[in-house]
């Protein structure tokens, strides 16, 4: 039997799998240790305001309760939560402190952990606490902001925290000359990543070995424990982060939290391990929310059709801090509003405005989907105005292959130039119109059938991927043959361990089901990097590429001494090292493990991208529309598994259109959160989009990594809202309905129906 | 309190507070942590167990409830082997996380064992009660279409 290359490409049933389904995964909130309290968090209930007291008397006084932590239990200076990405300094004053230290800024914001038997008891002492808080004007919203009456930083001076700008060309000069300039504002809701696992933490202190182990660590385990042990004045060495099974991440989880200190901190106060898992209330005012933006946006083209600029003012509504990698988002908005279509001269700022709602972070395409719905939009209104069909102005601008590699605009303060590495943006769309039959469908566009009137769009995307500087494997082969492959990618759920035992299969030409894949655990490797910027298959993937190729050259030394010739004399076939006729399994060579560590450096982002189509139908009396038909075609380079491939696909998609029809985390006037349940906040469920078909393409290998592979988690979601507002304006075109604000829930649409019918035939 | 009840085709006995939810004493007393907690209000459908058959979310059930009840959580659905409906779950690439999984497992076990011709709306209608975060639920609902089969042949497992 030849392994070589068999794996990669194939639709593997997953590994994980065999555990998950009869629920013998083990997720943080299956750990225990022998002798472990539990910590509840009170939390804010107040959006702004000074803490006058905190009384924990009577909470001590319970039975049960251990211990009620505040912020003078945490050290002479509360410590603050550094960002993992963008660390401008300007950013510090936008830290948050790891518990609230004499300010509170958000409803949920953490203000003291209660420690005791049972939580249980822990959540009942939570009503003991007396918390005594001034209240202060609320910045609920981006009016407030501006008005400046109140201050969430007042050394700061302004509710404004950074501004990004993306540019390129000369935007004024070129919008003075344009033929066709057209101005819109656009908004797109608060909502987040939600993913279904709550968040936890189990930490054990061990005082005799020095030694701090915290088990529900995902995504960034290693800068987290660098920071964890930073800020309890540990070794590095004496934190080790534990990622046990993960139940979705999407951006948001993984990112270093007050209860990544909380916790940790109140096992080493108590000297017992702690236990701490979140409810889904607590998730919906503490884990990160995300988009949140309102533009202002100028496009300009020539009177033919072609684009020439885009200018514009993003206000992206950061909440209370600035979080680990709160300037992705707004970066994003400003750096990656012209997708895969040329612009020659683009000067768009993003603001990010801090207000007394939970802080924001990426969830996935952050940034891209506020700006996909923002600019497809955008062109399908000029397609309107220049009397231009839009499948064929979309066409005309899209970047050629010609053209690659096509930088992006630059972005300042902190630079991160990038440029579309590779593709046929051209073929991609017309394979997506052709799967599509979008010729057949547009005979149904503006008809009325049914009481629902159908409508078209479509639209293209790329999805950055794969940010370095580097991901670390360390390959073990054992005595015996078996290969564990230890990793600085981390899961999220996505199917790491089994694409990754594809790879190293085909790497190391060994039988699949011989290799196992440890990841995510900082005592696994010295520097791992994680899960995101849909990194792991290129990154992890590629330093195993490069592990493989070391552990074969080690095999061929080992093969050698064995033989008495010389490496290079050895070849590797069949799990076998041959020299003339004579062969030796690779599980024979040695008696202790073979093992190497490998790293794989790369700075250039892949881009994926694609085009996806869809045909709704839209009932002007309710509101409400059907999604009848979805297809996405995206070039991925390489596909290591069609099946997860395709999972993350359709997932997306339908994020991206509960994001566009469903979700939104709505706060009133005094930063108080209305939708803090699964009941008030509404995710999509089986019955709500049940036609979505996917194709993923391998025309054009990524240049910059040996797989040739791109991230591919992300791309579904990034163009739905846009497409959604477009395929609604097609079908109530006879109204000239112009959806400028996600959600499109069935109020909203029926409200614009109801105001267009009243134009186009006042009564 | 002391509560006795059939736990997957055990007799087990628990020492509960009378507000303990069966979810916290599958969980916390009996360590059968399949049985997943990702709401507690009742609308995720994670928690979803079976009590004389039919899908209940152990979330809003109360431990004491269970007395002298059968109790079925995934973990006593299938022996060595994945039953039809998990395997069809694996092929089908029904799950990503797998935190959900559980729930729906449960529930599509329950309706498919009452209904096993459901067509493929009834099967979005019953499953629309539960989240998935990662999957699109297109391959669950594949999944569940599959494994009826086995349910019209073996009446489930």
């Known amino acids: ?108 914001e953490p203000v003291a952990v209660v420690i005791a038997d049972s939580q249980a008891i822990a959540e009942d002492a939570l009503e003991y606490v007396g918390l005594d808080i001034e209240s202060l004007a609320p910045v609920a919203n981006r009016a407030h902001a501006e008005a400046k009456k109140s201050l969430l930083f007042e050394e700061h001076g302004s509710n404004v925290a950074i501004t990004w700008k993306a540019f390129r060309g000369n935007a004024d000069e070129a919008f003075k000359t344009a033929d066709y300039v057209r101005r819109e504002r656009f908004r797109v809701q608060r909502h987040a990543a939600m993913f279904m696992e709550p968040r936890g933490f189990v930490a054990e202190w061990d005082s005799a070995a020095g030694k701090l182990t915290v088990w529900g660590a995902a995504k960034t385990a290693w800068y987290n424990r660098r920071t964890l042990a930073a800020q309890l004045g540990l070794d590095v060495e004496a934190v080790d982060l534990v990622e046990v099974d993960v139940g979705g991440g999407f951006g948001s989880r993984g990112e270093f939290y007050p209860e990544d200190f909380l916790i940790p901190a109140a096992a080493k106060i108590v000297g017992r391990p702690v236990k701490w898992i979140e409810d889904r209330r607590e998730h919906m005012m503490s884990a990160n929310h995300a988009r949140d933006v309102e533009c202002e946006v100028e496009f300009a083209a020539t009177r033919d059709g072609k684009f020439i600029g885009l200018r514009g003012q993003a206000w992206c509504d950061t909440g209370a801090y600035v979080r680990t990698n709160g300037s992705v988002g707004p970066r994003n908005v400003a750096q990656y509003m012209s997708g895969p279509y040329c612009f020659e001269h683009i000067d768009i700022k993003s603001s990010m405005l801090t207000t007394n709602k939970t802080p924001c972070g990426t969830y996935r395409g952050p940034g891209r989907y506020e700006t996909d719905f923002i600019r497809e939009r955008m062109i399908d209104l000029a397609a309107q105005d220049l009397k231009i069909d839009r499948v064929e102005l979309r066409r005309r601008n899209l970047v050629a292959d010609a053209q690659m590699p096509y930088p992006l605009a630059s972005i300042t303060p902190y630079d991160s130039s990038t440029e579309l590495d590779s593709g046929d943006y051209h073929a991609v769309f017309d394979r997506c119109l052709r799967e599509f039959n979008w010729e057949e469908k547009s005979k149904l566009r503006g008809q009325l059938i049914d009481g629902y009137y159908h409508g078209l769009a479509v639209g293209s995307f790329i999805e950055g991927g794969a940010a370095g500087p580097k991901e670390e494997v360390r390959l073990v082969l054992e005595p015996g043959g078996l290969l564990t492959v230890y990793m600085g990618s981390s899961s999220v759920g996505q199917g790491l361990e089994t694409i990754m035992a594809q790879i190293a299969a085909d790497a190391m030409e060994i039988s699949y089901d011989k290799i196992t894949i440890l990841h995510g655990s900082t005592s696994y490797v010295k520097d791992g990097y994680g899960a995101y910027h849909s990194r792991s298959t290129v990154m992890g993937g590629s330093a195993i590429l490069v592990g493989s190729e070391k552990l074969k050259c080690l095999i061929r030394e080992k093969a050698a001494a064995h033989f008495g010739c010389a490496p290079g004399d050895v070849s590797l076939e069949d799990e076998q090292a041959t020299f003339r006729q004579s062969s030796i ?34 009932d002007p009396g309710t509101g409400h529309v059907k999604v009848l038909d979805y297809m996405s075609v995206e070039d991925v380079g390489r596909m290591i598994n069609p099946l997860t491939l395709h999972g993350q696909a359709l997932g997306s998609i339908v994020q991206g259109l509960g994001g566009a029809f469903l979700e939104h985390l709505v706060y009133d006037d005094e930063g108080q959160l209305l939708t803090g349940s699964f009941a008030d906040y509404l995710m999509p469920t089986a019955s709500d989009f049940p036609k979505i078909e996917s194709i993923t393409l391998e025309l054009k290998p990524c240049p910059n990594n040996p797989l040739g592979a791109k991230g591919a988690g992300e791309g579904g979601l990034i163009p739905v809202g846009g497409l959604m507002a477009n395929a609604i304006a097609d079908a109530l075109s006879h109204l000239n309905v112009q959806p400028m604000e996600l959600p499109l829930s069935p109020p909203r649409i029926w409200q614009l129906a109801e105001d267009a019918s009243a134009e186009v035939s006042p009564v | ?145 599959e494994a009826r089969g086995s349910y019209r042949n073996e009446g489930g497992k």
């Not at chain 1, 599980?587 to 709704?616: C, D, M, R």
């Not at chain 2, 209000?41 to 269970?66: I, W």
């Open chain 1, 1 to 108: 039997m030849k392994v070589s290359n068999s794996y990669i490409g194939r639709p593997m049933e997953r590994v994980e799998d065999l555990r998950l389904v009869r629920g013998a995964g083990t997720y943080v909130a299956d750990v225990n240790r022998p002798n472990q309290l539990y910590a509840v968090i009170l939390r804010s209930s107040t959006a702004h305001g000074i803490i006058k007291s905190i009384d924990t008397e009577a909470a001590l006084a319970l039975e049960g309760v251990h211990a009620v932590l505040t912020a003078k239990d945490f050290g002479n200076a509360v410590p603050r939560i550094p960002l993992r990405l963008q660390p401008l300094p300007q950013l510090e004053t936008f830290h948050q402190p790891v518990v609230a230290d004499g300010k509170v800024r958000y409803v949920g």
């Open chain 1, 585 to 618: 399994p690779f599980g024979e060579l040695s008696e202790e493990p073979l093992e190497i560590e490998a790293e794989f450096f790369n700075k250039k982002y892949t881009w994926a991208y694609g085009t996806q189509a869809a045909h709704v139908a839209v």
């Open chain 2, 1 to 145: 309190m002391q509560i006795e009840f059939d736990l997957n085709g055990n007799s087990v006995k628990a020492d509960v507070e009378p507000r303990t939810t069966l979810a916290d004493c599958i969980r916390n007393n009996l360590e059968q942590t399949g049985t997943h907690l990702a709401c507690e209000h009742g609308v995720c459908g994670a928690c979803t167990v079976l009590v004389n058959g039919e899908a209940v979310r152990s979330c809003l059930m109360l431990a004491v409830q269970a007395e002298n009840e059968k109790v079925v959580t995934v973990e006593g659905l299938s022996g060595d082997e994945l039953t039809p409906l998990q395997a069809a779950f694996r092929k089908h690439h029904a799950l990503q996380c797998g935190f959900c999984t559980p729930g729906f497992i449960t529930t599509a076990h329950a309706l498919l064992s009452h209904e096993p011709d459901a067509d493929e709306e009834r099967i979005r209608e019953v499953l629309s009660g539960n989240l998935c975060r990662c999957s699109g639920y297109i391959p669950i609902v594949e999944a569940v279409l």
